[in-house]
């Protein structure tokens, strides 16, 4: 036989049967397997002794930790308890055979009555353990003996053998198979009554089997106390346990297929005392117990039909602590249901389909401590319900559907140290529903509701350590009026100032009084958008610097908007950190969750932390520009204009009156001119934009900026001018200046106003030469400008160019003009001559039509004018000049051709007379047959557009006249007329033509 040490066994025994024991939930077997835990924490040191077994495709190998003591005797001496851990390595479906000398060789003697815990865990399921024992076998029969299994299965066989040598009182198989009844046939007598010992038993299924041993309804079980039976699919409790477990304490059945309860459980009055006069230590039983009364040397009374189909109930009878009756299917219960039942302190009904509780459901249930209806459709609790519960410790309503507490509903349970009512659908909580005087309430949690207000009542319990108020629609918009519905005196009674002496007259609290601990009222995603202190009173100053000092607000995931409105209170807060003092524990860290999301400026930052001047609000002022956003800050009513990422082009035309700060990043402006109201900002942000140009008067304006920022621009040059504003913060940096000979200056002003330059050292050169370089390293000889012929020569013939271009339209747009001056001044007619000039058939030089109305302005002016000059023009009048005797039409006719123009005289007389619009169509039919350019049309005045026909309305659109008005009139008629010769009379006719009136 081989010895080796393995310490880490025990670990993985101990671990892997805690959690199995927390997946349960076991609440009674816990008295053997959920302190395992504790209980190796407690492990003095390891024997050195460790046995390897090997054989029948077997590898066993057992480890012996030696353990404090839980248990103790009837005379208060603890028990010694010993560990026997075996790992065992085999295939699925062997059988691995073991002596239990094995186990007594390793185990120790004592003296008296002391504990021993056996252990098989196997890494493969379906493994069986055969143990066998010799005929003169040592006998423990003073060891108290667990026997507990993982992914092994101990049968009914092994177990005997296990019996004949010590005193077998705990079985407890985890993930077992039928094979416990392997050769149960073959038992003998003396089998049968080795294991009629035990007390407990735990049968953990490895799978559905619909059915249990039968040995258990078969013989006889004597002691048999507790019974765990789950994951064995059975659809009933197993039959006739009345005659074969008669003193049964305890009947768990829970993760079957059960749809009916067991008729008669309790069937026993009578309490089990554990085996052999043992108890549990006190603070083992404080464990033990989770915080229900049990007497330390007694088992556990439970009824446990967790997890099964039941859906119909009858009532309970008998003496029971605990009903487990949790994730089934029932939806009524009738009011008589625990009528007759006694001592129950835990019941468990939630994860079912109960929509009402009856009134008489908890009658005469005085001992009740734990009530756990989570997980329901609930509508509705009454006070009526709990009047006989007043012990009630914890109770959980969770995951209903409540709407509404009534006042009183749970005020007469004064030893509630728990209350759970998250996620329902609670709005209204009336005055009074909660045990507004209890001194042991600890925690409630109402997160996951509707509520709209922080209930009262909060704030008059004392000693109360948690509040959760998560998830529900909580405002603080109404303030004022909540602080002022608030109880001082009930405030005063619940917090640490107890006299009415200590809590002060003025509008903040200053004692140096604390609690010892904070209440901690968790408000996490609610609806709080401001806390606006700036309208309470004095009165209610005075409450809210009680509550806040008392009590821990938990602010997280709300959406706190640190506008204005917030002003007020994060002056009231600091105020509060101001009066710290050393007695008291650090105020500021209880509001670091206070988290401001908007605006974006001081999103995600702490009210606590942020900077004064950063509290502001939305104002409609005037002038505020259209695409931007005005706001008032609060600490010095200044007018911030947000116009940030607004796709500008250009800077606002006009701004507010008064001091302004001026935010324009992250446009695209170009250039930035020197707007009149520059001399009122005292903050401008222009960085990432697309400036290259800024007037040099813009920084003569801005002589009141406290900060300018012009980072990120497209800058090459900056104004002289620039470097006569002082700001306390300037940052010219990532622009790409060029050092040349028009940067010289730049090198002195930057090294004189590091003080307020941001990043000096990052204010460089981009241009080719010295890319990179800080401008204010560079020497003076450095900021040079090198002389370039090309431009030199480039902008001589752009200027010589241009000077011929504006020339040449200065020429088309008055030739005109310059025309006749030539004309005029130099006699010189290169311009407009026609071959017709010539023909000594035209005798005339002009022939006049006008409107007899027009008479005297004709005769007297224009024929006097031209007939005057040297040489004279001679003219054809029809007054004069026309045939005597001939018809009109044909001197008309005669006229025209003989003429080398011909002067229409236009007037609205002219207009009136179909004569003269005859005339006037002739001369126009000859121009468009010779080509020529032969009607000079003189207008007298202003025409009547209605008078004018098409024909001469389309001339004149597209043709040039002469007003009568312009005064260059003369000139330009003598230059449009042809040239005179000397020698010529003022008429070639010498007969005297009488006036010939024409209609």
Sequence with gaps: MWYRLDNNLMIQIIILMFQRAMLQRRNYVGLYVVSLLGLFLWCLCFDQSDQLHVGNNCEIKCSVPSVAPVFTDSAGRFIPTQYIGCKIIASNGKICKMNTNELTNITVRYPRLYNVHIYFICQQSGIIIDLHSEQNATKFKDAITYVVSNNCTVPWTSLAAVGKVMDLRVVHQVNMTSDIDRNIRNMTQEDFHSIMNINTLVMEYESATSHVSELIYQRNWPRMAEIWITNSGITAAPGNLTRTMPNLQALSLPHNNIVKQPSSFPWNENEEALPRG???????????????????????????????????????????????????????????????????????????????????LLKNQTKLLYLKLQNNLIRKVLASQFEDTTFLKVIDLSHNRLQRLKQGTFNMLNHLEEILLQNNQIRIIEPNAFPESSIRLKTINLSGNKLTIVPPFTFYIKNLKYVDYSNNKITFDQLQSYILKLDPAKIQQASPLSSESEFPKDCYLSSEKAASEFTKIVLKDNQITHINTSDLSCKGKLLLSVITKFYSLYLEGNPLHCDCNMYQTYIFLQNLIQMQTPFVSDIRSRFSTWICRSPSSIANRKLIDVDQSLFRCREAVKDCPTMCTCYRRTVDLSIIVDCAKRNLLTIPEKLPSGKVELDLRDNHIESVTGAHYLANVTKLQLQNNDISQIDADAFLLLRNVSSLNLATNQLVYLPKQISQIYPQRLDITNNPFKCDCHAGWMKDWLLTSKHFLVNEQSITCSDEDHHGNMISTLEEDEFDCPTDIKLIISVTLGSLLFLIFVTALLVYKFSIEIKVLMYTHLNWHPFDKFSEDNDPNKIYDAFVTYSNLDYRWVIHTLRRTLESQDPPYRLCVHDRDFSVGEAIMDNVQNSLNQSKRMIMVLSNNYLRSEWCMMEFQLAHLKMLKDRSRYLIIVVTESLDETLVNEELGAYLRTNTYLPLSNRWFWHKLKYAMPTPHRGSNRSSMTQYLPDVTRL
């Design 278 to 360: 043992i108890q549990r230590s006190p603070a083992f039983n404080v464990n033990y117990a989770r915080g229900m009364q049990i007497e330390p040397n007694i088992f556990f009374r439970v009824l446990d039909l967790s997890n099964n189909a039941i859906s119909q109930l009858s009532p309970f009878s008998g003496y029971l602590q605990q009903l487990q009756l949790s994730s089934n299917r029932i939806q009524n219960l009738s009011g008589d249901l625990l009528l007759k039942l006694e001592g129950m302190q835990l019941l468990d009904i939630s994860n079912n389909l109960i929509r009402f509780l009856p009134q008489t």
